[in-house]
Nanobody, 126 residues
């Protein structure tokens, strides 16, 4: 099973930026999808963005459209989430997830992804 390691979280002021990384190791695939999810205290895990490895198509949750950008480096087996114009409501633990058989879309859910990272904390102060 693929291993995923997130990094890049931290504390930032409202309006600031962070770039999260999700590095994959082990048996990776040229297909499938990688997604970013987040979970705030007391809330359910929600999908933020995903990217399809084969063709680079992307999906964004409405609240992050225009602020977040997902990208991939297939050589480094790393997916990035560039987060700009951060807001206090973006505060959460961010997780990346992968599934080799999924073509993600706006209908994809956490249950569609088979492998998960450990998460990285993002805190946005007001």
């Amino acid at each position: 099973q693929v291993q995923l390691v997130e990094s890049g979280g931290g504390l930032v002021q409202s309006g600031g930026s962070l770039r999260l990384s999700c590095a994959a190791s082990g048996p990776t695939s040229d297909y499938g999808a990688i997604g970013w999810f987040r979970q705030a205290p007391g809330k359910e895990r929600e999908g933020v963005s995903c990217i399809n490895i084969s063709d680079g198509t992307t999906y964004y949750e409405d609240s992050v459209k225009g602020r977040f950008t997902i990208s991939r480096d297939n050589v480094k087996k790393t997916v990035y989430l560039q987060m700009n114009s951060l807001r206090p409501e973006d505060t959460a633990v961010y997780y990346c997830a992968q599934d080799p058989d999924l073509y993600c879309s706006g209908y994809s859910t956490a249950g569609d992804f088979g492998s998960w990272g450990q998460g990285t904390q993002v805190t946005v102060s007001s």
